[in-house]
């Protein structure tokens, strides 16, 4: 594929094509297309996911410690496993090593993913190391399935569309530091840890409360559209309710862009019919975690962003790997 092509057809539309030549086999349960597979090995179901995170893509170096680079790509990978209500398990790690980095920095790195799996309840049993250009890290995270179902494909009209947090922080950190602008502190640490989301993941899912669940990590709107394609509908969010931090609404005012299409705020957004949000409610304030609705389920394939009774049209809906 030429660079041409690939930045107008976009990593989706190629991923769509290509999972339709994608073979399904014996024992998956959820195949490609979602936060993580599950698969059926014995009596038991598991999820597997995999992320990366590369230097001059997903960071630079002068934006974390190494410790911290570890930690953070653990978090990154596991945050899949969130949002399908999973235990994470066993971890596998891929690295990329530059010429130029130290073995001590390398150990620095890979140590600090240990301590963040265990902090989780995973254990690394394995990975490879290899030369590359650029420091990459690929995590494998392999997780316990819990008994409920839940993915990207059950969402209905009438149900609500909710999330946890904030938005936009992570992706304004990252524009600021690409521009060598001053970032404040609270959106730094909120862009180098993810937040971490299995608890409340687990118990939503084991609740049996959402309907349909995704963590976003590309955009706002870009992951909602995900799930209304995998569910067959539509949804209308309401641009007013989207949560931001203080240090957003002082730092852009009421610019959404960042909110809306940013990405990287790994977030969980799930939607859920309106007699379940109470006990949903109650979860969240047990764990500590702010909830927002924001939108609503329709009949429909696409998802409308209305700000003050119109349209908001957008430029672009989120983060895309073949956008250039």
């Known amino acids: 594929m030429s660079s041409r092509s690939r930045h107008k057809e976009g990593e989706f539309t190629f991923l769509r094509k ?13 195949g490609p297309g979602h936060d993580a597979a599950r698969v059926r090995a014995g009596a038991k179901d598991w999820l597997l996911t995999v992320d990366s995170q590369v230097e001059g893509v997903h960071f630079q170096r002068a934006w974390l410690s190494l410790s911290a680079l570890g930690r953070r790509s653990f978090r990154v990978a596991a945050s899949d496993i969130a949002a399908m209500g999973g235990r994470a398990r066993f971890v596998l790690v891929d690295c990329g090593v530059p010429e130029r980095l130290p073995l001590a920095s390398l150990q620095r790195i890979e140590l600090g993913l ?9 254990w690394v049993v394995g990975g ?14 392999v997780a316990e399935a819990p008994r409920r179902r839940v993915d990207r494909g059950a969402a209905r009209p009438g149900e609500l569309v909710a999330v946890t947090g904030n938005f936009g922080d ?8 690409r521009s060598r602008r001053p970032c404040p502190p609270g959106l730094l640490r909120r862009w180098q840890m993810p937040p971490r989301l299995d608890r409340l993941g687990r118990m939503l899912v084991e609740g049996g409360l ?44 009421d610019d ?35 909830l927002t609705v924001i939108g609503r389920v329709v ?20 983060f895309d790997h073949f956008a250039g």
């Open 256 to 290: 959404l862009t960042f909110a809306l299409s940013g990405g990287e705020d790994y977030e969980l957004l799930f939607t859920v019919p309106a007699k379940r949000l109470e006990a949903v409610r109650q979860l969240a304030r047990r764990e500590g975690v702010a």
């Open 210 to 253: 959402p309907s349909a669940m995704i963590d976003v990590s590309d955009g706002l709107v870009q992951d909602l559209q995900h799930v209304c394609e995998v569910s067959g509908v539509g949804a209308e969010l309401n641009a007013a309710s989207v949560p931001r931090s203080q240090a957003y609404r002082r730092l852009v005012g």
């Open 128 to 141: 490879n190391l290899h030369r590359s250009v650029e420091l990459a890290l690929s995590v494998t995270v």
């Open 18 to 30: 290509l999972l339709a030549r994608v073979p399904t086999g014996r024992g998956v349960v959820v």
């Open 170 to 177: 992570a992706a304004l950190c990252v524009h600021l530091l």
């Open 114 to 122: 240990v301590e963040e799996a265990q902090a989780w309840g995973a």
């Open 299 to 318: 009949r429909g394939h696409r998802v409308v962003v209305e700000q003050q009774g119109r349209e908001l049209h957008l430029q672009r809906f989120g």
